[in-house]
């Protein structure tokens, strides 16, 4: 079977997978930003330490999503929201709208999540037609 064939997009792996290189492309674009702008000698302060710590609790969340898609979601998600208000408060700017884009392979986990319930129920249910199904002989 050929990715083509086996791409659904209703499917819980579609969106799980999503999530996965997503998170890894903004990961990695991100330690290239920090490779290739190398930051200035002199100490920065408490802002830019609590942007890293927040950074590194979204990174841990996308980690953490690789077995535990809901809980790296909820970890990821209150880290972007953490960044953005300690940007607030600590510079008093508004943080770039293209960081928002680190909350999409949470976004992406968490509907990967539901779908997968939704499938675990409905894989579960009779079906609805036809008369049920004679007992097996022993």
Same mark, same amino acid.
Do not use: D, K
């Given at each position: 079977?050929?990715?083509?064939?086996?791409?659904?997009?209703?499917?819980?792996?579609?969106?799980?997978?999503?999530?996965?290189?997503?998170?890894?492309?903004?990961?990695? %674009?991100?330690?290239?930003?920090?490779?290739?702008?190398?930051?200035?000698? !002199?100490?920065?302060?408490? /802002?830019?330490?609590?942007?890293?710590?927040?950074? %590194?609790?979204?990174?841990?969340?996308?980690?953490?999503?690789?077995?535990?898609?809901?809980?790296?979601?909820?970890?990821?998600?209150?880290? !972007?929201?953490?960044?953005?208000?300690?940007?607030?408060?600590?510079?008093?700017? %508004?943080?770039?709208?293209?960081?928002?884009?680190?909350?999409?392979?949470? !976004?992406?986990?968490?509907?990967?999540?539901?779908?997968?319930?939704?499938?675990?129920?409905?894989?579960?249910?009779?079906?609805?037609?036809?008369?049920?199904? /004679?007992?097996?002989?022993?």
């Amino acid at each position: 079977m050929n990715a083509v064939a086996a791409f659904r997009p209703g499917c819980c792996c579609t969106y799980r997978w999503a999530g996965r290189v997503s998170a890894a492309l903004i990961f990695f %674009a991100w330690v290239a930003f920090v490779i290739l702008e190398p930051m200035p000698l !002199v100490r920065e302060g408490v /802002p830019l330490a609590t942007q890293a710590a927040l950074l %590194a609790v979204i990174f841990g969340g996308y980690a953490i999503s690789l077995r535990h898609e809901r809980a790296g979601a909820v970890v990821s998600l209150l880290g !972007v929201a953490a960044f953005f208000v300690a940007t607030r408060v600590e510079l008093q700017v %508004a943080t770039q709208p293209a960081f928002a884009l680190f909350a999409l392979p949470p !976004v992406l986990f968490l509907i990967s999540q539901r779908l997968a319930e939704h499938e675990s129920h409905a894989a579960v249910e009779p079906p609805a037609e036809g008369p049920p199904a /004679p007992p097996a002989a022993e």
